[in-house]
Each structure stands twice: as structure tokens, then as C-alpha cells.
């Protein structure tokens, strides 16, 4: 069935606002909601769409993962890990993320971090970097500034 979820302040009507993960660390301050693509009345649709936000200070997991994704920045700017280098990222900003990329989300400033995040419905599980890549990228200055474990 076609419907519209109404947002006010960065909430959809009806949608729970989650943990990011319930389990594992290397993650602090944020949450989601699944706007799309998990109800049963969605289960024509491959993706599924999230809105994430990351509080000043917070941080997403370190990652990678066979699946691409893409995330669109709705609040705030930040910055994101890309494998060895970081970027800015500022509202409207549309970010691919191509499979296996090692990528972790930064908010900037005082303001929340929000994005929504498409992502194929069917996917692999995200994998933690392993030691010897984290080293790695703890050397490149870019990355190594940023990063968080």
C-alpha cells in the first residue's frame, strides 16, 4: 500500500527511534530509525531506507562490508572516513560508499549528524577492519586524526 510518513524534526510519525547497534562498541551516540523497507506491507521494495543521527562527539562503527550504500546528509555536516582519506560532508551532500570501502561518520560543530541511508535489503553483515589495517590507517594522518575505535 502507498503512504506518506510525516517528519517533524528529524521524527517520522510512527517510527521507533533504535539503538544503532545492539551489540558490539566502537560506536558512540547515535540512533536510527527505518523509515522504509521492514514493515510487511514494504516487502516488494529491495531497500531499505534509514535515517541516522550522530550526536557532537559521537561516532558510527568503523566498517566495511560487501553491499555499497548510499547516504544522503539531512542535518548538520560532519565528516566521513573513505578508506585511507576523510571528507567533508555538508547538508544535501550524497555519499557512495562502494563495496569493501572502510568508512566511519563524524557530526562537526554542535549540531547532529543526520543522514538517511539506502541500503539493499538482502545484504552481507558489516566486518571491523582488522588490527593490521587499523594500524595502517592510524598512520595515514588524515584518517588517523579521525578515527575512533
Not at 567533508?88 to 557530526?107: G, S
Not at 541511508?117 to 589495517?133: A, G, L
Request: net charge negative; with cysteine.
Amino acid at each position: 500500500m502507498a503512504k506518506v510518513i510525516r517528519a517533524r524534526n528529524y521524527r517520522w510519525d510512527s517510527v521507533d527511534i533504535k539503538e544503532y547497534k545492539t551489540d558490539g562498541t566502537g560506536f558512540r551516540d547515535i540512533t536510527r530509525q527505518t523509515l522504509l523497507g521492514e514493515a510487511d506491507d514494504e516487502a516488494r521494495l529491495n531497500f531499505i531506507t534509514r535515517y541516522f543521527e550522530v550526536q557532537p562527539g559521537g561516532y558510527s562503527s568503523l566498517e566495511h562490508h560487501e553491499h555499497p550504500h548510499v547516504v544522503v546528509v539531512i542535518r548538520g555536516h560532519g565528516e566521513v572516513i573513505l578508506q585511507d582519506r576523510v571528507e567533508t560532508i555538508d547538508l544535501h551532500d550524497c555519499v557512495y560508499i562502494a563495496p569493501h570501502t572502510i568508512h566511519q561518520f563524524h557530526p562537526s560543530g554542535d549540531e547532529p549528524l543526520g543522514f538517511l541511508c539506502m541500503v539493499d535489503r538482502e545484504r552481507d553483515r558489516p566486518q571491523i577492519p582488522d588490527e593490521n589495517t587499523v594500524e595502517r590507517l592510524r598512520r595515514n594522518t588524515a584518517a588517523g586524526r579521525r578515527l575512533k575505535i
